[in-house]
């Protein structure tokens, strides 16, 4: 997992494979892109702006990835999203190969971290996030997420 702000993502670019994205979060980190998957390089790299109010954490869930990392951008407002280790966690959904996702229960103890506009977190395969929760208010949050194949 890496967690910091975009203008710094150049500090990451010897990890090839996120160097498309954040050159595409670069580009368009203030436009109001539609919400739909926007092709970047096919499968290997899109991406999926949204907008949404932040849920509470009470009842959230985590998830996981194995072919594809997160990068998850705030272009605005604000939101807390939980990480723990895959394997620290208690499987509720199996993992689903077509929608490249595992949902976990929420455990008693999980890092809490704030990313709030103009920062970014990378959640690889081992790092089990629970997106979009309320961090201090119920400010619509702005996100472009890219996924990146990690597997061929």
Known sequence: MIVDQLKNWR???TLEEL???F??????AETLLPE???EIEGDRLFA???SYVPKPVAGARFEAHRRYADVQYVAAGAEMIG???VEALEVETPYDADQDIAVYAQPARYTPIALSAGCFAVFYPEDA??????LDSDDPVRKIVVK???LP
């Open 129 to 134: 996030h629970m997106p979009g929760c309320r």
């Open 11 to 13: 500090r990451y670019s």
């Open 48 to 50: 999926l702006p949204q």
């Open 148 to 150: 990146v194949a990690l």
């Open 36 to 38: 739909r998957r926007t």
């Open 19 to 21: 160097r498309p994205a």
């Open 83 to 85: 990480w723990a280790p």
């Open 23 to 28: 050159e595409f979060l670069e580009l368009h």
